[in-house]
């Protein structure tokens, strides 16, 4: 084989298999494509080679076993893949893309992360993330920007940017990322990759470190649905360790390729004035490919939609600021000085966080004090249950709904500025996602003029990942926007 | 409404946040353009709506109350920046 790195998860999996190719070469080929591609894209903030390439000799020598002896093994065992720097893994550092967390080694492994390795999976390194995953488009990290692979002029979404990047690139066949208001399902659309968030709850928060407790989702990309079966099989179901998990068990992803009968319901506020033209007719052809697959395609309403921007701005701002109450430079993560306590806390705090972290927790802040608790939080945390309600009704009638992920396609790195509301806006589509809890998919549908990729958002009822992934997997088995890759990369 | 920045100055801290006069002008005015757009939420009726607080159709779950391995004293000190007699070591809270 010329160029393991060319191979999909699934492909690769096969090789291993079959013997035709070994873990070790895999993680081999995805350090050398990273060794040349990452300097220009910087996808990653700490590689683990040595760490990955006695986990690819493990998996080697459990694949020989399985051969030998006829089992079977966790079709990702030997699989190199990449960590967003949100995730703990036990002795490698962790700094969720904070300066306030730098040097920061934590004593244990998250849970979807541990449940990766315990089958085999191989972890080449941790990715780029907006600071605390607040931002959608990895401008926020505290280490530097990633680059599109598409055109490197333009940012690759957040925020897990990096594990988007890293999987456009070829420098991993996959990658965990976390959304609590978009973080996957953005950077997948701007990065032409494919992106699963989970129900809240499906996936253990155990080790993710918090952002916005009621909204933090674990979730992967990949080059296709069927190459994310095989993670979220490993990832998913209830862990004792977090009180949020979700009880119910996981059944089996069948895909069948099918998706006649299923009713898909495309709701009217997600077409918005002011979108990219070539991103509402690629949606709307996806869409027709799913209604000539057999799909009955229909229109629903979801009338809230307009106001889970201002929801979702309160809410996770007042989470945040309270998960963040913790950076205070006396458990972990560097110190700034004072004499005292108080000032020991308002120079580390001050200096270590980045100008968003800071907007947010004052934002939170805000809304929690007293005065502005009924007002605000308490408003946001009422209208929440409307967004709701909505996908209730929406769901009663129909199985999938069918939006756009984003109103454009990749913006430019800077053009946002020093306006956080404009860079707010570019989440207006994978919001309410996370306020109802549901899980989301997004996919490539499509490119626009400037040859950027455009994607395709999936939602589905709590627990419904399945049908997701069946139904994208249907897609990409009669499209190949999925198999695209930048020119450069 | 607009934000002051004797409001900004209050918040940062409840916050524990130290910022610099540029900081607290540019917050001020950011925090009252999303909250000028936040407003848009005071005009919808929800008089008879329960707040979401979790979207878990569930109770949170106890875990029998029994004594489970955890991280060592060591392990727990490892990454702080100050320690000593394995205890976090900070500045004087009160003056002597």
């Known amino acids: 084989m010329s160029d393991l790195t060319e191979l999909s998860l699934l492909q690769a999996a096969d090789a291993l298999r079959a013997g035709e190719a070994s873990s070790a070469e895999l993680t081999r080929a995805c350090l050398d494509r990273l060794a040349a591609a990452d300097g220009r894209i910087h996808a990653f903030l700490a590689l683990t080679p040595e760490r990955a390439l006695r986990q690819a000799a493990e998996a080697d020598r459990r694949l020989a076993a399985a051969r030998r002896d006829g089992d079977t093994l966790p079709g990702i065992c030997g699989i190199p893949i990449a960590v967003k720097d949100v995730l703990c893994l036990e002795g490698v550092p962790t700094t969720a893309g904070s300066r306030i967390l730098e040097g920061f080694v934590p004593p244990y492994s998250a849970t979807s992360v541990a449940r990766l390795e315990a089958d085999g999976v191989v972890v080449l390194g941790k990715t780029n993330t907006d600071e605390f995953a607040m931002g959608s488009s990895t401008e926020n990290s505290g280490y530097g920007v990633t680059h599109n692979p598409w055109d490197s002029d333009r940012v690759p979404g957040g925020s897990s940017g990096g594990s988007a990047a890293a999987v456009a690139a070829r420098m991993a066949y996959a990658a965990l990322g976390t959304d609590t208001g978009g973080s996957v399902r953005q950077p997948a659309a701007f990065c032409g990759v494919t992106g699963l968030k989970t129900s809240y709850g499906r996936v253990s928060r155990y080790g993710l470190i918090a952002f916005g407790s009621s909204l933090d989702t674990v979730g992967a990309l990949a080059r296709s649905a069927a190459d994310l079966v095989g993670l979220y099989a490993s990832m998913a179901g209830p862990d004792g360790r977090d009180a949020t998990s979700a009880p119910e068990p996981v059944p089996q992803v069948i895909l069948d390729g099918s998706v006649r009968g299923l009713r898909v319901g495309v709701p009217d506020e997600y077409f918005i004035e002011g979108m990219q033209p070539a991103v509402e007719q690629a949606v709307r052809r996806a869409v027709d490919v799913f209604a000539g697959l057999g799909a009955q395609v229909r229109p629903i309403h979801l009338p809230h939609t307009d106001l889970a921007l201002p929801v979702y701005y309160l809410i996770a701002p007042a989470e945040a600021s309270a998960n963040l109450a913790r950076y205070d430079g006396v458990r972990f993560g560097p110190r700034r000085g004072g004499d005292d306590l108080l000032t020991q806390y308002l120079s580390t705090r001050g200096e270590l966080f980045g100008p968003e972290v800071k907007r947010r927790i004052m934002l939170g802040t805000y809304a929690l004090s007293a005065g502005y608790y009924d007002a605000y939080y308490g408003q946001a945390q009422k209208v929440r249950t409307l967004i709701r309600q909505d996908f209730d009704a929406a769901f009663a009638e129909v199985d999938l709904i069918a939006c756009p992920v984003t109103p454009t396609t990749a913006f430019g790195i800077g053009q946002h500025g020093d306006d956080p509301l404009s860079m707010y806006l570019e989440d207006v589509f994978t919001l309410p996602a996370n306020l109802a809890g549901i899980p989301g998919i997004a996919f490539p549908v499509g490119f626009d003029g400037e040859g950027l990729p455009i994607g395709m958002q999936l939602n589905a009822p709590r627990l419904a990942e399945g049908l997701l992934l069946r139904a994208v997997d249907a897609y990409q088995r009669v499209t190949d926007w999925h198999t695209r890759r930048p020119a450069e990369a | ?96």
């Open chain 2, 1 to 96: 409404m607009p934000i002051t920045i004797d409001e900004v100055r209050h918040i940062a801290r409840l916050a524990r946040l130290r910022l610099t006069p540029q900081e607290e002008q540019r917050y001020a005015e950011q925090l009252s353009a999303i909250l000028d757009h936040a407003a848009r939420l005071s005009s919808v009726d929800t008089s008879s709506i329960p707040p979401t607080a979790t979207v878990l159709p569930f109770p949170s779950p106890l875990r029998p109350d029994v004594i489970r391995p955890s991280l060592t004293q060591d392990q727990a000190l490892a990454n702080a920046p100050a320690a000593e007699g394995g205890l976090f070591r900070v500045p004087p809270v009160l003056e002597s």
